[in-house]
C-alpha cells in the first residue's frame, strides 16, 4: 500500500471501530460456560444474561460445554470468530491453573483470549474434620507434623484453586502432605464429613453449610486479606504463613482480536450487571464477592496471576498429562 493509501484508509479503521461496537450486537450472543449447568460459572454467567439482554436488546444464551476439566468450551472459544459473538464464562482453574499443569491443552489462554472484565472472587478455605483436634493455623501444623505418615487433604480436583491452596501450603510449611483429588467440591466435602478425609482445601460455598451444622470446622481463609462475607474468618497469612494467598476467580473473555469498542461496550453491561442490588444479593448469597476490573485490568489481573504461579506449579510439580 502506498503512504498516501495508508494516510487514507486510517481514518476510515479509526472509525470503522467505534461504528461496529454501535451495531453490536445485531444478533444473539452466545456465552460459553465450560462447565455442566448448576456450578458457579454457569451461576454467575445467567445472573448476568437479564442486564445484558435489556441493555443490548438481543438475547444472550449461555451454552454449558463442559469436559477436559474445562478445556472443551476454552478450546472452543479460542477458535470462534473474533465477532463479538462469543463470551467465555472463565475461572482460575481452567484459565490459569490447567494450562500450566498441562501442555496438551492446544492454547495459552494469555494469547488466546481478550479480557472483557473479572465476574467474581470465591474465597478458599482451610477446614478439617471436627475430629482433629485444632482451631488454628499453627495448630494445624503442629498436628500434622506429629503424624507418623504425614497427612492426606482433600480438593475438588487436580489443577484446581483447591488443590493448589493445599500445594501452595505445602511448600510454605514444608509439612508432608498427599493430595486426594475428587471429582469436584460436592464429593470432597462429602468425605471430610464422613471422616475419611481430615484436611480439605475447598471453596467457602462449599464448606460454610456443614461448618454452620458443625460437622466440619474452619480454620482460615486463603485470601490475602479477610473477606467481608466472613470476616471472624482468619487469614492463613495472619497465623503465620507469609506470602500465602489463593483466589478463586471467574471472568469474562472474547477470542482474541474482538474489536476493542466491543470488549469496552459489553464490559460496561457486565458493570451495570454487577452493580444491580439483586445480582450483589445473589452473590452474596452463593458467598461471592463482585469485582470489575475492564478489558485493560483484566489482562493484567491475569498476567500477574501467570507470573504469581508458574514457579508454584513447576515446585509443585502439578500436572495434568
Sequence with gaps: MSTRRALLAAPVAALAAPAFAQGWPSRPVTMIVPYAAGGS???VARLLTPTLEAKFRQPFVVENRAGGGGSVGMTLVARARPDGQTVLISSASNHLFHPLASAELGYDAREAFSGVSMLTDVPNVVAVHPS??????QELIAWIRAQPTGVSYGSSGVGTSNHLAGELFRLRTGLDMTHVPYRGGGQAITDL????????FMNLPTVAPPAAAGRARILAVCTAARV????????????GIENYAVRSWTGAFMPRGTPAPVLEALAEGIKEALDSTNVKQRLIDIASEAIWTG???TDDFVRQEYERWTPVVRAANVRLD
Design 228 to 239: 467481608a462475607l466472613r470476616p471472624d474468618l482468619p487469614t492463613v497469612t495472619e497465623q
Design 132 to 137: 482433629v483436634p485444632v482451631t488454628n493455623i
Design 41 to 43: 460459572n454457569d451461576v
Design 193 to 200: 464429613i464422613a471422616g475419611n478425609v481430615k484436611l480439605c
Design 295 to 297: 478489558p485493560a485490568g
